[in-house]
């Protein structure tokens, strides 16, 4: 007997970035097909998270479907974002979606930027330090 084996999954996303992702479509004025992730350099610390509604699919997108939501990773983010779970979080002063990914090494001590290496290339980084 054959086993087919399913393609790995590039991000995570946790029951509350769901339900709040789901949230945020259901209160929208115009139809969105999902969100958009990616990186970019800025920030004290050389990278920062991006999102933004994906009101359009760019066939170069990787498209992560989990927990009846949309997700598409910007091409160019892929090795930076693989094996990160996207969460929402909610505290006495702030809520706000956060990636917790295993291929950040740092981050600035505002936390709105980070230091993220490609995937497989953390432990090298981590060694090098």
């Given at each position: 007997m054959?086993s087919?084996?399913s393609?790995?999954?590039?991000?995570k996303i946790?029951d509350a970035?769901?339900?709040?992702?789901?949230e945020?479509m259901?209160?929208?004025s115009d139809?969105i097909?999902?969100?958009?992730?990616?990186v970019?350099k800025?920030?004290c610390a050389?990278?920062?998270?991006?999102?933004?509604y994906a009101?359009?699919?760019?066939p170069?997108?990787?498209?992560v479907?989990?927990k009846g939501?949309r997700?598409?990773?910007?091409?160019?983010?892929?090795?930076f974002?693989?094996?990160?779970?996207?969460?929402?979080k909610?505290?006495r002063l702030?809520s706000?979606?956060?990636?917790n990914?295993p291929?950040?090494?740092?981050?600035c001590?505002?936390?709105e930027s980070?230091s993220?290496v490609?995937?497989?290339a953390t432990?090298?980084?981590a060694?090098?330090?």
């Amino acid at each position: 007997m054959a086993s087919s084996a399913s393609p790995m999954q590039i991000m995570k996303i946790s029951d509350a970035a769901a339900a709040r992702v789901r949230e945020i479509m259901a209160n929208s004025s115009d139809p969105i097909a999902g969100v958009r992730v990616g990186v970019r350099k800025g920030g004290c610390a050389g990278m920062e998270y991006t999102m933004d509604y994906a009101r359009d699919i760019n066939p170069k997108d990787e498209v992560v479907e989990d927990k009846g939501v949309r997700i598409f990773v910007d091409p160019g983010a892929v090795m930076f974002l693989l094996g990160t779970e996207m969460d929402f979080k909610t505290d006495r002063l702030s809520s706000q979606f956060v990636f917790n990914n295993p291929n950040q090494i740092s981050a600035c001590g505002c936390g709105e930027s980070v230091s993220i290496v490609p995937a497989g290339a953390t432990a090298q980084a981590a060694a090098s330090r």
